[in-house]
């Protein structure tokens, strides 16, 4: 209040309407002033000058410009015509029956390693990423040198928002299927960035999908929707039946919106779409910000580390999903999807729509988690239990995944107890990216 007074007293002197008076002698000084020296040729050279002064600057002026539609940017420059034939090449499968696919998010986590094995059984695949900050780029800069350059993957860097740059893509390759895995990921950073979530997982989503009802071949689409929909979902284990309407998190909001996007655009031009609800991936390459990863980090630097719990000490627990599994239901998902009815933007007929559960079915503690760490690890871990705050998180995930067995066919590889310690990859990926 004291900083606001004085401004507040200046505003005070200002005279209401109905008090102010004009002082007559000064109104008398300007007019007399105008009469007698302002002579006429000067009124007419100033005028004169005005006027063209304006004339000039409307030409001068650039045209209006539309403003740009929110989550529609465009790029202007692309790779010419050597990075035209790398897409092509990139894009070719191996032989007549194989997919072209374009795997968005390409250079993250779960994107580097089903571009991989997409390519390694002999479809085309080109990548798209647009490399952001969330967390440490040199890791997604290494996944693209020592995974997908390797494989032959070429990654464009680009952003799913650029709907110049996604139509130069369509118009330059005829995809089979579109794996759609770029997305802000991480529940807690919506308390710093919401807005991210908004650009890639609403935003970005909805302009993908009206490029490809747009062109005149639809692809199929399989894109990553997460267990986090569940949210306050309570009943375990988690079936696509559940209700899915009370997120915990905006993450798990943008998530659960792009499932009703997903149906829009599926009922409207008959777009072939599956959504796969992933449950906590882990493997090699993978993503710093998730408890497995920073958990390692401090065990490894002798800091504590902090253990939720729920309420009345309750496990948090997540059906932690080892990545081949993973990829392996994503290639099942494009091999199974069929194809999309519509042309142009037109639909033809109904289309297949698909949520499905890809996850361990075996939740694990948090405790259980960190005692497998220091095992591997051989360090004692310093731990601090505390109450898990309500940024988001969940206390437990477990996925049924009997939808998966009938649709995917192939079996999701269940990871056997013994497998989970292969973590330890992940654990060696660390040491080489930090080099603990
Ligand atoms: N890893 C998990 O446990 C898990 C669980 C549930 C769901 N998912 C979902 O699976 C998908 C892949 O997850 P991940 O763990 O590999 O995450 P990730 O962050 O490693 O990969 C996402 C990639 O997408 C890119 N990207 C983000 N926004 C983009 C945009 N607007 N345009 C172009 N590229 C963009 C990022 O640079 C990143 O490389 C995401 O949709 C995520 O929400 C992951």
Redesign the pocket.
């Known amino acids: 209040m004291t900083q606001l007074k004085p401004i507040l007293s200046h505003v005070d002197n200002i005279p209401s309407a109905g008090k102010f008076k004009p002082d007559k002698s000064s109104l008398y000084y300007i007019h007399h002033r105008l009469r007698y020296q302002t002579s006429l040729p000067k009124l007419t050279i100033w005028s004169t000058i005005f006027l063209s002064l304006i004339v000039f600057f409307f030409f001068l002026s650039p045209p209006a410009t539309p403003a740009p539609r929110r989550g529609l940017r465009t790029t202007t420059s692309y790779g010419g015509s050597g990075w035209e034939s790398r897409i092509k090449l990139s894009a070719k499968p191996r032989s007549g029956t194989g997919h072209t696919v374009l795997v ?2 390409a ?5 580097a390693h089903a571009s991989v094995a997409l390519k390694r059984r002999g479809d085309g695949v080109v990548g ?5 900050h ?1 967390y440490d780029i040199t890791l ?1 800069k290494s996944r693209k040198s020592k995974l997908l350059d390797r494989a032959g993957v070429f990654v464009v860097e680009g ?3 650029d709907v110049v740059l996604l139509r130069k893509l369509f118009g330059l390759v005829h995809f089979t299927h579109v794996l759609h ?5 991480g529940v807690r950073y919506a308390m710093v960035n919401p807005n991210s979530y908004i ?2 997982n609403i935003d ?1 989503l909805v302009n993908l999908l009206e490029v490809v009802k747009s062109s005149i071949a639809q692809p199929a689409i399989v894109w ?1 929707s ?2 986090s929909v569940y949210g306050l979902n309570s009943k375990v284990s988690f079936s696509e039946k559940d209700r899915t309407d009370q997120p915990a998190s905006l993450y798990a909001a943008t998530k659960k919106a792009g499932e009703e996007i997903a149906h829009a655009y599926n009922h409207i031009y008959g777009l072939s779409i599956t959504g796969l609800r ?1 449950f ?2 882990y493997g090699p390459w993978g ?1 710093p910000d998730m408890a497995y990863f920073f958990f390692t980090k401090d065990i490894l630097n002798r800091k504590q580390i902090s253990i939720f719990e729920g309420p009345n000490h309750g496990t948090i627990a997540r059906d932690f999903t080892y990545i081949d599994d993973i990829v392996k239901g994503c290639l099942s998902a494009i091999d199974t999807a069929k194809k999309s009815t519509g042309n142009g933007g037109k639909k033809k007929g109904e289309a297949q729509f698909r949520i499905i559960n890809l996850g361990n079915t075996s939740p694990v503690s948090v405790h259980k988690l960190v005692s497998i760490l220091e095992k591997l690890l051989k360090v004692k871990a310093k731990k601090k239990v505390v109450l898990m705050p309500r940024n988001g998180d969940v206390p437990i995930t477990h996925a049924n995944i009997s939808l998966a067995r009938m649709e995917l066919g192939r079996v999701l590889g269940e990871v056997k107890k013994t497998s989970f310690p292969r973590n330890n990859l992940a654990v060696e990926e660390y040491g080489l990216m930090y080099r603990v």
Do not use: E, H, P
């Open positions: 968005t998010g250079a993250g986590f779960i994107g798209l990423d647009n490399f952001n969330y997604k952003d799913i928002n895995l770029a997305a802000q990921a650009r890639s970005g990553a997460s267990s992933f906590t991936v993503r």
